[in-house]
């Protein structure tokens, strides 16, 4: 099966550097995925990590780190359209989501 | 194009009615799916489909029946819901699944569900 943690809740400043954590334990590894969802829209693709180390997308790197069942999801220069939660989710023959952190940036 | 499109956008039922979802893709994508999304909470996989036919089913209840009558559509039929039900339900497409791999998933924008 598959276990998956994040925070629930994230604030941070205009401008800023976030960082979102997220654990997991899962029977069977094939990756990890962060999408991004406004508020009232669908979920969208931001990074898959199937290996160690930073994968870097303009603003948005992610991280993994298998022996430790971590990953985190790095947002620079924060924006005010970054509010938005993001889904850490177990890639399988299905897509099991965490919880969601949901991010307020704030001017 | 790189279009998951879903209809309707809105749908109000009572609890004896019948009615369906539906989902359409053009990008090639030979796996295609079905979230339930309760408000506040991340998607919850209802069903998934891999070359037109139904590989996972997350014990879902009966009264919610997939239907893909191509690779590029899918189809949710709704019938004796319960309020409870009430949700928003997204479709996804990806290239596909190999062996326990998940690729990059494409959303669309949901079906707002009511069930009085």
């Known amino acids: 099966g598959q276990n998956i943690d994040q925070p629930t809740e994230m604030t941070a400043t205009e401008g800023a550097i976030v960082q979102i954590n997220c654990t997991y334990q899962t029977s069977g590894f094939n990756g990890l995925f962060w999408y991004q969802q406004h508020a009232g829209e669908a979920p969208t693709f931001l990074s898959y990590n199937v290996l160690d180390g930073l994968e870097e997308k303009g603003r948005f790197s992610s991280f993994l780190s298998r022996s430790k069942g971590y990953s985190y999801l790095l947002l620079k220069e924060l924006q005010m359209k970054d509010s938005a939660s993001y889904l850490c989710g177990d890639a399988g023959n299905m897509l099991t989501f965490g919880g969601g952190t949901r991010l307020m940036v704030k001017p | 194009d790189t279009e998951v499109t879903q209809t309707p956008k809105h749908l109000v039922m009572g609890m004896t009615n019948k009615k369906s979802l539906k989902c359409e893709q053009h990008?090639?994508?030979?796996?295609m799916y079905w979230y339930k999304q309760k408000a506040k909470k991340p998607p919850e996989l209802m069903f998934v489909?891999?070359?037109?036919?139904?590989?996972i089913n997350e014990s879902v209840p009966s009264r919610f029946s997939p239907e893909c009558p191509n690779s590029s559509l899918l189809n949710l039929h709704l019938h004796a819901l319960q309020p409870e039900d009430s949700a928003l339900y997204l479709c996804?497409?990806?290239?596909?699944?190999?062996?326990?791999?998940?690729?990059?998933?494409?959303f669309g924008p949901g079906t707002r569900l009511t069930v009085t």
């Open positions: 990008m090639g994508h030979r796996a």
């Open positions: 996804a497409s990806s290239q596909g699944t190999s062996g326990s791999v998940s690729y990059e998933q494409y």
């Open positions: 489909y891999s070359y037109e036919k139904l590989s």
